[in-house]
């Protein structure tokens, strides 16, 4: 959730430059465990994914070697290329509007004023709920006859959407839960405004900007870092995200409206045996968030860039 | 900050409006699903909005501990947190003050490691996992739920004790040091103590990492005698999917210890005054 | 004093970390899979080898609570008659847990000693050798032989020259009505051989807007190439082209096509099924179950929670599938299985000769769970017992049932059709778009 351009972003708040440096090496050796398990249980595992991707295995006999196969075969297949339209859907809307969201919130409750806080724990409360709960309440929230949404729908006449039953609603579905689960952009979003030192904005004001020109020429410039960080943070969650929601509460239906990358890598591996199409599945979307990491670095750079002109 | 709301032009009453508006979107589906849970069940289910249901009844409560098996299930989720919490602060702090203690190259390159490991979620690697899981024979095993404990759960929490001891005096660790004390002396008497609010924030989310993780149960674990609390509610679900205010109130019951956790760490990463991320 | 406490507790971490290079080692090089050994070959040595069975035998077991009830019976009676063998029942309730648990047991190397599961599914295991054959214990055993058995159910185990599985049970889909619906609309019963017409007109008659229970539907089930091939059957029409040997869908026939736009046609047509939301708000079981649906089709398998659910809130029976030319439903079967990685394999099989024999059926029949598979049962009382629910019992003994075919990957195949079968029975794409689309998606999973 956090990252290197962070520090050289809001350089101003880690003007403490390195402490001096202790000459005890005696305390190299704590970080033996930590870097050991992150190399066994995050390298290797991407590795392995990735070398999977490149056979047939089914967990039984010995993996054989298939090269790209299963990378043409998902992407020739017409369900796969279903879940990968569904799957960038769902990170090109729920990123940006959860970044705004997060920050929308964080300038609207920032303050210090009576009862603020309170607010902000609403805000994260549902980002605490686990998603197994998450999912069963929302499965019933969204119910289209007897569901609370749409019985208010109802009592205000207004049309009532089939939500999960109906092909263009349900992956909205998994939008409005993943927006409202933004505890973390929300903190940071905090954070991140609250490190704009006031000089800036009175000497803004001094020159006589008005609030919208604050905001374009102090707040959002300022906040450009921390706004790539939510970003880069929630593009990297956002499909695993997935996988316990539609898992539970649709299982990709209606007509794999809902599946994404991940429950479709489970069905294919676990349910069908076929590990090395679910691996090839694992590796695309790691791809793909790093095709949407790398749009996000564009964009901000190009932010910081007009910045300076 | 107040400059900022100023230039909005906004006066209290306006503001609070706005603010219950947005309180209201964020808690109101957890007030649903709590409303319906103290509703009697029977064969029908509402067709016109109901806020408060008609009677109020708490049975749900108690027959979804009996049916769904939840106390079983929540004592197996309770397990492995007991167990990841403790060592996920080890690892962490360990790592977080052996960084602070390097040399400037050292630094810069954990910080590096952490974050390209931070780039690879758990949730999204379950599959190779599962065979490394598999392979080493511990599927069925909570310790196949318990191992990113052993990497301090998230490189983010390694992160933010390495902050957090970076703030900290360097020549108290050195006259320590000087004094003698080796590393795990100093780690445990002199530093710990030191960051305090980081090892709570840290500990929260660890808790609530694992009490809320599905992915590995569902794999990796294939006795019912020790399924996990989302499993059990998954099951009950499936079950009782015409009994809603049951499903209800099972959610519930397992949201609240998570709410909980939040409420009582909140203070240490969402207060104004001394936020996580800036400690 | 310090050091030492390092070190120690550097011990401990590389504790850890040892089994974690453990883990990391096996994953560097996936173990070699013991070359499967020939199936034949392994069974007889069992058999042969190990004539007195002891030790513990694991059996993985779904179904609610009543279920439960009635295989712990049977565990606890098989312990009674086998004394030196100990049952380790695991129990997963729901069926479509139990579907992914089966499939990851197997892939994680450790199934049960005992499985069950459905004909459909037994190929894709037996395929890559992970199922041992069990025709010769069955040719060995004193209690139980092959002609006990309904051919119907037994022949659909047997693939590749092997007997893979024993019927647990040989059901069928039928049509379940609600006699209370029917007399409140003024629709005769339905009848034994009556034709779709007659099945469509009832549904019609009985749907309707109602003052207290709200939307009434005369029909409705889940919808799926299950649910749809027997009338497909009935018409004339074929799912695929060899049920032995499958090679492509024969969907697209004008026959097929035909049958299944009449099935579509209750519920886009005549609305007398409930539409995509109204079955997502509450499917059509749970309506059956609350008096709102006049018919529903399903197997044998919802007798027990009919019965326990329904009570005596309407009075309910079941009735042949109508016809669309000649009556056919369609095989509802599980079997029991004994996966190749079995650990004990001779009380493996004695438990499975319990299970699928009279003992064992016997029990799960008097729950009412299964329309057993062994003549002797079938056709005593204990099945069909006049005085319990549903009257008419003997409709599945009475009714010509197909299978569907075999094939290793059929499960994926039968999704993917029921996928494009659900976009047309909700409107979303015409009949021949479905199977059209269907027929291509099938085409690469045959091979």
Redesign the interface.
Same mark, same amino acid.
């Given at each position: 959730m956090s990252g290197p351009g962070l520090d050289r972003g809001g350089g101003y708040r880690f003007q403490v430059d390195y402490l001096p440096v202790g000459t005890f090496r005696q305390f190299r050796i704590l970080l033996f465990p930590f870097v050991v398990a992150t190399v066994l249980l995050v390298g290797l595992p991407a590795a392995l994914a990735l070398g999977l991707s490149f056979t047939d295995y089914d967990a039984l006999a010995a993996p054989s070697w298939v090269g790209l196969s299963n990378y043409t075969h998902l992407l020739e297949d017409r369900i796969f290329n279903i879940v990968l339209g569904n799957s960038v859907y769902f990170l090109a809307l729920s990123v940006p509007l959860r970044v705004l969201g997060a920050f929308a919130l964080a300038l609207w409750l920032g303050g210090e004023r009576r009862g603020a806080g309170g607010y902000r724990a609403i805000v994260y409360l549902p980002t605490v709920i686990p998603d197994a709960a998450t999912a069963l309440m929302w499965l019933w929230i969204v119910n289209p006859l007897y569901g609370p949404i749409n019985l208010i729908l109802k009592s205000l006449g207004l049309p009532q959407p089939g939500w999960l039953a109906d092909h263009d609603s349900a992956r909205l579905v998994f939008v409005m839960m993943a927006c409202l689960q933004i505890g973390e952009g929300f903190v940071v979003a905090l954070s991140g405004l609250k490190g704009i030192p006031r000089s800036y904005y009175q000497a803004a004001q001094a020159d006589g900007a008005g609030a919208l020109a604050l905001f374009r020429h102090v707040t959002l410039p300022l906040a450009l870092p921390w706004i790539a960080l939510v970003a880069v943070r929630d593009t990297i969650f956002a499909l695993p995200w997935t996988f316990a929601v539609s898992s539970i509460m649709t299982g990709g239906d209606p007509f794999y409206t809902t599946l994404f990358l991940p429950l479709y890598a489970r069905i294919q591996s676990v349910d069908y045996l076929k590990f090395g199409l679910g691996a090839a599945a694992t590796t695309l979307m790691i791809i793909l968030a790093a095709v949407a990491l790398g749009l996000i670095g564009l964009a901000a750079r190009r932010g910081w860039y007009a910045d300076e002109t | 900050?107040?400059? /900022?709301?100023r230039?909005?032009?906004l006066n209290?009453p306006g503001?609070?409006l706005?603010?219950v508006a947005?309180?209201a979107?964020?808690?109101v589906?957890?007030l649903? @699903?709590l409303s319906?849970s103290l509703r009697q069940v029977d /064969?029908?289910?509402?067709?016109?909005?109901e806020w408060l249901p008609n009677p109020i009844v708490l049975g749900n409560y108690a027959q979804a501990l009996a049916d769904g098996n939840l106390i079983r299930y929540g004592l197996n989720s309770l397990l492995v947190v007991t167990v990841a919490l403790p060592v996920t602060l080890v690892?962490?702090s360990?790592?977080g003050?052996?960084?602070? /203690?390097?040399?400037?190259a050292v $630094?810069r390159r954990?910080?590096?490691?952490c974050?390209v @490991?931070?780039?690879?979620?758990?949730?999204?690697?379950?599959?190779?996992?599962?065979?490394?899981?598999? *392979?080493?024979g511990?599927?069925?095993s909570p310790f196949a739920l318990m191992?990113?404990a %052993?990497?301090?759960t998230s490189?983010?929490f390694?992160?933010l004790f390495y902050w957090a001891f970076?703030?900290q005096?360097?020549?108290l660790?050195?006259a320590a @040091?000087m004094d003698?004390?080796?590393?795990?002396?100093? *780690?445990w008497s002199l530093a710990l103590p030191l960051v305090g609010p980081t090892a709570m924030a840290v500990a929260a989310l660890t808790f %609530?990492y694992f009490?809320?993780d =599905? #992915?590995d149960p569902?794999?990796m674990i294939?006795?019912?005698a020790r399924y996990t609390?989302?499993i059990g509610?998954?099951?009950l $679900? $499936?079950?009782d999917?015409?009994r *809603?205010p049951l499903?209800?109130a099972?959610?519930?019951l =397992? @949201?609240l210890p998570? #709410?909980g956790?939040?409420?009582a760490a $909140?203070r240490y990463?969402?207060?104004?005054r001394r936020?996580? *991320?800036?400690s | 004093m310090q050091r030492s406490s390092a070190f120690r507790s550097g011990a401990r971490f590389s504790v850890f970390a040892a089994a974690l290079i453990l883990a990391a080692c096996g994953a560097a090089a996936p173990p070699t899979a013991a070359p499967a050994p020939r199936p034949a070959a392994t069974a007889i040595a069992a058999a042969t080898v190990a004539p007195a069975a002891s030790g513990i035998v694991s059996w993985m077991v779904a179904g609610d609570n009543v279920e439960f009830d009635a295989y712990k019976r049977i565990a606890a009676a098989f312990e009674a008659a086998n004394p030196a063998i100990k049952v380790d029942l695991v129990y997963i309730p729901a069926s479509a847990d139990y579907r992914n648990r089966l499939a990851a047991d197997f892939a994680s190397g450790s199934p049960s000693d005992v499985v069950f599961m459905n004909y459909q599914r037994y190929p894709t295991f037996a395929d890559k050798n992970q199922l041992a054959p069990l025709g010769d214990y069955l040719a060995r055993s004193a209690t139980l032989k092959e002609s006990d058995f309904y051919a119907a159910a037994m022949d659909t185990y047997k693939w590749r020259g092997s007997t893979w599985c024993l019927p647990g049970n040989m059901s069928s889909a039928v049509i379940y009505y609600n006699k209370k619906l029917f007399d409140g609309a003024k629709v005769g019963h339905p009848k034994a051989n009556w034709t779709w017409d007659e099945f469509v007109a009832s549904a019609r008659a009985i749907s309707r807007d109602d003052p207290s229970l709200g939307r009434v539907y005369g029909y409705g089930t889940e919808i799926s190439l299950f649910r749809v091939a027997p009338y497909v059957w009935s018409a004339g029409g074929e799912i695929v082209d060899s049920n032995d040997a499958p090679t492509k869908l024969s969907l697209e026939s004008d026959k097929a096509v035909a049958s299944i736009q009449r099935y579509v046609d209750l519920q886009v047509k005549y609305q007398a099924a409930p539409s995509a939301v109204a079955e997502k708000a509450e499917d059509s079981l749970t309506r059956f179950m609350n008096g709102k649906l006049g018919m529903y089709m399903d197997s044998r398998r919802v007798v027990p929670l009919f019965r326990d659910t329904i009570k005596d809130s309407f009075d309910w029976d079941v009735v042949a599938l109508p016809s669309q030319g000649t009556s056919t439903s369609i095989l509802h079967s599980d079997g029991y299985c004994m996966p190749a990685a079995a650990k004990n394999k001779a009380a493996g099989w004695k438990l499975i000769e319990f299970a699928a024999g009279p003992p064992g059926q016997t029990t799960m029949t008097k729950i009412g769970r299964l329309v057993p598979s062994l003549k002797a049962i079938a056709e005593s009382p204990v099945f069909l017992d006049p005085n319990a629910r549903p009257a008419n019992s003997k409709v599945w003994l009475e009714t010509q049932i197909r299978p569907v075919p075999s094939h290793k990957n059929w499960p994926a195949i039968e999704t993917a059709i029921t996928k494009e079968l659900e976009k047309a029975y909700y409107g979303v794409q015409p009949v021949k778009d479905a199977v059209q689309i269907a027929g291509k998606q099938a085409e690469t999973l045959f091979k």
């Open positions: - | 900050m107040r400059t /900022r709301l230039a909005l032009r209290t503001w609070h706005l603010s947005i309180a979107v964020f808690g589906p957890l649903f @699903a319906l /064969r029908t289910l509402p067709t016109t909005m690892v962490a360990w790592a003050l052996a960084m602070a /203690r390097s040399g400037h $630094q954990m910080v590096a490691f974050v @490991a931070l780039l690879i979620p758990h949730s999204m690697i379950w599959l190779p996992r599962f065979l490394m899981v598999k *392979w080493a511990l599927i069925d191992l990113p %052993l990497m301090g490189p983010l390694a992160l970076r703030r005096p360097a020549d660790f050195d @040091a003698g004390a080796g590393a795990l002396r100093v *780690w %609530l009490w809320g =599905y #992915i569902l794999l294939k006795s019912p609390l989302p509610l998954s099951i $679900q $499936q079950f999917k015409t *809603w499903v209800m099972a959610a519930v =397992y @949201a998570s #709410i956790v939040f409420l $909140q990463f969402l207060s104004g936020m996580l *991320w800036l | -």
